[in-house]
């Protein structure tokens, strides 16, 4: 940047990927297990030290218990699951433990055989009650039937089990049955469970490639709450029921097992149920994070089903946050020149870094740029206003005098004021000493994508290109790395 003496400071011991431990602030627990079997029993001892209803299901036959967290809520029951032709040790010792004088079996005797039914009974329980059908469709129906009156149905298809799962912590707490449709008809059972419980109005779950406009017609005062993928599915059933709840159940969205068990305790301690990849957070799922900011994650499943980077990103007090990252500069506008260096290209190189720390770490980053384009102040402005963005920094490097050197950092008063110096605070403190330079301090400065952006905004100056010796850090990759790192980590300070 060509301006009168101007930088900022960078901090960084080292070359680190993600967050160190002090910088952990959300809570994540881990609800885990050698199998899925132990996953559920764990769920359990969570919500459960004694239980008069226990509901069984078959842990790899989904469809069948895909409606059953309203019913488990009712009877205030854990759910526990089994192998099909025998009861598997964790959930016997579990029901052992619990006592029950009832059992629910979900699903026919494909799904539970009449051997685990006896192997139940064996345990002193009274009681084993089996609520089966020859479809999905009609165990959904039978299920309906065991519920309190309500003019409610929520329908799903019966065969995006991820949809159903979403829902099931709401529809569970509120007494209203899951039905199940598929994509272009809706099945005798589910139309006959809504004529006999006189259903007025259905929650529809799923886009139009799971419940299509056809059916959506068909259906008595649908609502409904879709989305692009089932990640984006169960965050606007988050935003639209759970909005202000900070707490939040995290399943894997693919292995289902898990947040069967899950959702009944869910539903019990009224949160939502999102959903990640193994490796990594989606976006929608930050992004309901971040909105809503919740900070308080319970996590189903070892880790192979949610990996530690997810629990890492969940604990990252960044997570869901929108950061608009931009590089000065680009195109026909080089920015400073010297030492053999453009600015456009040192600032671009390390917003890019940033951005790939930010993302890492469980944030929504925007860049407003990522290649070397020219955009007006105006434009990088517009664009972080747009992507609803919670930071804005705007990263450069000086130019002055070849004897001027160091870094500073730049925020102004027009809005977030207050903010806006504690955000420049935080990152002049890191960068500084990361690139080991001069501390020029947190300074005003009247520019243009500062001033006029309404969010906290702060404006860095790594170095002086203009001064060789700032300059060889400027090209060098690893004080490139280190000016990122002490930029991401002075974001994670100010939250």
């Known amino acids: 940047m060509r301006i009168f003496l101007k930088s900022i400071p960078m901090l960084i011991l080292g070359v680190v990927l993600f967050v160190p431990n002090v910088f952990a602030a959300n809570s994540v627990t881990r609800l885990d297990g050698a199998s899925r079997y132990e996953v559920a029993v764990n769920v359990s001892k969570q ?27 009712k009877y205030n029951a854990p759910i526990l699951l089994t192998e099909s032709s025998k ?17 629910i079996v979900i699903g026919g005797s494909i799904s539970v055989s009449n051997n685990v039914v006896s192997e139940i ?49 709401y529809a569970a707490r509120n007494g209203i049955p899951i039905l199940l ?3 272009g008809s809706i099945p005798e059972p589910t139309k006959n469970a809504m004529s006999s419980k006189g259903t007025t109005s259905t929650i529809v779950v799923g886009g139009e490639i799971s419940v299509s406009k056809s059916v959506y017609s068909q259906l008595p005062s649908p609502t409904r709450i879709g989305g692009n993928s089932r990640f984006e599915v169960a965050a606007n059933i988050a935003k639209k029921y759970y909005s202000s709840s900070k707490a939040a159940f995290v399943s894997n969205g693919y292995q289902y097992a898990d947040a069967l068990a899950g959702s009944v305790l869910a539903a019990k301690q009224n949160r939502p149920m999102l959903f990640t990849d193994a490796g990594s957070l989606p976006t929608a799922t930050r992004a309901v994070i971040g909105s809503n900011s919740k900070n308080t994650f ?26 608009f990252v931009d590089a000065g500069h680009g195109g026909y506008d080089s920015g400073a020149v010297g030492n053999g260096l453009k600015e456009k290209d040192v600032n671009l190189a390390v917003a890019k870094i940033v951005n790939s720390k930010l993302s890492a770490g469980g944030a929504i980053p925007v860049m407003a740029r990522s290649t070397d384009v020219f955009l007006e102040l105006s434009e990088r402005v517009a664009k972080a206003k747009s992507n609803n963005a919670n930071l804005f920094v705007s990263i450069h490097a000086n130019s002055a005098s070849p004897a001027a050197t160091g870094t500073e950092t730049y925020y102004y008063t027009k809005y977030e004021a207050d903010n806006s ?18 501390n020029r301090g947190v300074k005003i400065g009247n520019f243009h994508v500062i001033r006029e952006s309404t969010m906290p905004s702060s404006l860095v100056e790594l170095a002086f290109i203009s001064n060789v010796n700032d300059a060889s850090k400027l090209k060098s990759a690893l004080y490139q790395e280190k000016a990122a790192q002490a930029i991401y980590e002075g974001i994670i300070g100010y939250y």
Request: proline residues 2%; without cysteine; positive net charge.
């Open 47 to 73: 919500g459960w030290s004694s239980a008069s209803t226990v509901v069984v299901a078959n842990g790899t036959a989904y469809a069948d218990v895909l409606t059953a967290a309203p019913l488990a809520y």
């Open 87 to 103: 009861l598997t040790k964790p959930t016997k010792n579990r029901i052992s433990q619990l006592k029950p004088s009832k059992v």
């Open 121 to 169: 009974k064996n345990l002193g329980v009274s009681t084993v009650e089996r609520i089966g059908g020859r479809s999905r469709y009609e165990v959904a129906q039978n299920i309906s039937k065991k519920l309190s009156s309500n003019s409610k149905a929520v329908i799903a298809n019966g065969t995006a089990y991820a949809d159903s799962l979403a829902i099931g912590s």
């Open 181 to 183: 449709t598929t994509a």
């Open 298 to 323: 319970t996590v189903l499943g070892g880790t192979i089903s949610v990996t530690t980077n997810v629990v890492n990103q969940l604990k990252n007090v960044i997570v869901g946050k929108k950061v």
């Open 421 to 438: 110096k504690r955000l420049a605070t935080e990152i002049q403190n890191r960068l500084y000493k990361a690139l080991n330079t001069q």
